[in-house]
């Protein structure tokens, strides 16, 4: 096949890191894909000036990656269509609450042969439940959407520290296609099949990190944390192995798995929420107004609809983790007793 057109659909933090990996390994790697990359970006002002020609001009993203320098074949577009009209190859990178409306206006309006990658984490909350982000994509579109997942600071992979990351796709060639688009010497990416797994680590984790938190308000030190995040682990296998046929406990052992929860559960704003649901008297909303300014944390939202979906199948006394996260941030559960539902455990019977 000739070289392939990537578009980058979304431009923030993680965007742009990634868009300086993609624009320079498409330089390197022209056999396979196309020299100039598109990146779509929602137009914003910042000093007076629009970022997009921000970002054109001086090839930095002021706003969202200070500090670091983009390929100039990295061409910021604030019109979406025109971005991603001729892309063989769509990266979605944005605020998992835009992707339901960035799709809707796509629809119809890309390629048919495309493929999409979603590098979004969290799951898409509507009144049906939890619906994983590739699957909207897919969905919508009616193309194939892999994802890439794991221990990814974007700050960090931006100044090239080393890291790993998971690709999962359950087409091996479009695995492999999106490897040689993402892999540099400091971003080690493997491929898996159990594409599922690997998004629903991206989202489960944040519900672990909330518990890390907790134990972190309340005083105790790194063997407590530690016990929660390995009895958080299971539960995350145990919930991929109810609810998600076919999902692999190997892939929980990549980078998407064990890396990110640890990372999550040492920073991150989950975390934080937890560490503050114990230390404060305040509401979660009013947590996410001082904390986040107006959005709102992923963690709590997975954690309600997860609790949901237990209590239909008669299933909390299985998963009493999740549930006295779920609990405690709904004021249901004094957060003293977080430590006796993990001596009580189910894996400790
Ligand atoms: N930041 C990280 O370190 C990191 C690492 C791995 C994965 N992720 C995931 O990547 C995804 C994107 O995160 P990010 O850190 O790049 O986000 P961000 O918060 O930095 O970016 C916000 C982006 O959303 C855009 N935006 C604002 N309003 C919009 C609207 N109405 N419609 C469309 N776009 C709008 C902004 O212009 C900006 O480009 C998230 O799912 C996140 O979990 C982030």
């Known amino acids: 096949m ?24 498409v330089k390197e790697r022209r056999e396979h894909f196309k020299e100039c990359v598109p990146m779509y970006m929602y137009e914003e002002e910042f000093n007076g000036r629009k970022l997009t020609e921000i970002v054109n001009t001086e ?10 320098k983009l390929p100039e074949n990295v061409v910021a577009i604030p019109n979406l269509l025109e971005a991603s009209k001729d892309a063989d190859i769509l ?7 835009f992707v339901k409306k960035i799709c809707d206006e796509l629809q119809g309006k890309i390629k048919t042969s495309a493929i999409a990658v979603s590098l979004i984490k969290g799951f898409a909350i509507s ?46 060639e479009i695995g492999e296609l999106l490897k040689l688009l993402f892999e540099t010497p400091y971003f080690h990416c493997s491929v898996v099949e159990d594409t599922d797994t690997v998004e629903l680590c991206g989202a489960l984790k944040n519900v672990v990190a909330i518990g890390a938190g907790i134990v972190d308000g309340m005083g105790y030190g790194d063997n407590t944390k530690a016990a929660v995040q390995r009895l958080g682990l299971m539960e995350m296998i145990k919930f991929a192995e109810v609810f998600f046929e076919g ?14 929860l ?16 114990v230390k404060s008297k305040k509401s979660l909303k009013e947590l996410e107004k001082e904390i986040l300014k107006g959005q709102s944390f992923q963690g709590p939202l997975v954690a309600k609809e997860i609790y949901g979906m237990l209590e239909e199948k008669d299933m909390l006394n299985r998963f009493p983790l999740f549930v006295a996260i779920h609990n405690i941030c709904e004021r249901k559960m004094d957060p003293k007793e977080f430590v006796n539902c993990l001596r009580n455990h189910p894996e400790h019977l």
């Open 2 to 25: 000739s070289a392939r057109s990537v578009c980058i659909v979304g431009s923030g933090n993680w965007g742009s890191a990634i868009a300086k990996i993609v624009g320079n390994n």
């Open 59 to 68: 090839h930095e993203n002021i706003k969202y990656l200070p500090g670091i």
């Open 91 to 97: 990266i979605f990178v944005l605020p998992h609450q």
């Open 127 to 172: 009144e049906e439940g939890i619906q994983l982000i590739s699957r909207l994509i897919s969905n919508i579109l009616s193309i194939p959407c892999g994802v890439l997942s794991g221990a990814n600071l974007a700050g960090e992979v931006a100044s090239e520290q080393f890291c790993e990351t998971t690709i999962g796709s359950k087409d091996k």
């Open 247 to 260: 999902s692999k406990t190997s892939t929980f052992f990549q980078s998407c798995g064990i890396a990110d």
């Open 262 to 277: 640890v990372a999550t559960c040492h920073g991150g704003r989950n975390r934080l929420l937890g560490e503050n649901v």
